[in-house]
């Protein structure tokens, strides 16, 4: 049977440029922009709400289990067209700028660790994937979620130039921090993230590595399209 969706599959480390250049690319494509860190962001706003300790591992499952927090994406309608790349709703509240602090960012590399955490958001991002052409980025997509995309990129750039790239957001947004902080903050998260034991950040053999660093936001989705063009015109 023909496939009527096309995926595309974007993983890579912090601040590579991964939204940006996934939500251009399905706007060109008439593609779905799915963020699948936002929804583990959103998790994690919900689990420090709640003022439960990140690292217990059990506390955290049993408190996401209990209460199921709904956690949707949407493409930013009216007045939410402030930047933003996708609306992160958790439980109906618009969350889409409370998950960017630093102390979420912080938090969402310990729980996205857990097993029973990342057996919540998985099979929401297959469904979506299944029902409609989508761009998902995160850290497992070509490796778990989407292994069979018809597009796996592995998106990354110079740790320097990525710590630049998101002191200059945090600081737009009045977050006052240091680029030093950044720099660390970001190099400790990645070393999790590739490290885990589950579903760690890992380049697959059959991933295009596409290294963005001197690079515009532009130029890497035009590649990226002209990529899709190819492959569309040619299957
Ligand atoms: O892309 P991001 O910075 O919003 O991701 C937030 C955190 O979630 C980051 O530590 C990586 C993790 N993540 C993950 O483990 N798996 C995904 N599919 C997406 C994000």
Redo the contacts with the bound molecule.
Sequence with gaps: MDKKTFQIAIDGP?AAGKGTTAKLVAQRLGFLYVD???M??ALTLYTQRVGIYLDDEKKVIELLSRDKPKVELRVPEGEEKDGRLCTVLLNGEDVSWKIRTEEV?KG??VI?QYGGVRDMITPIARSIAESQSVVME????TSVVLPEADLKIYMEADAMERARRRHRELLMRGEDISLETVYTDLVE?DER?SNREIAPLKKVSDAWILDTTGLTIDGVAELIVARVNKITKNG
């Design positions: 912090v699948t860190g936002a583990y962001r960012s969402v590399s996205t995160g850290r497992d997509i998260r993230d």
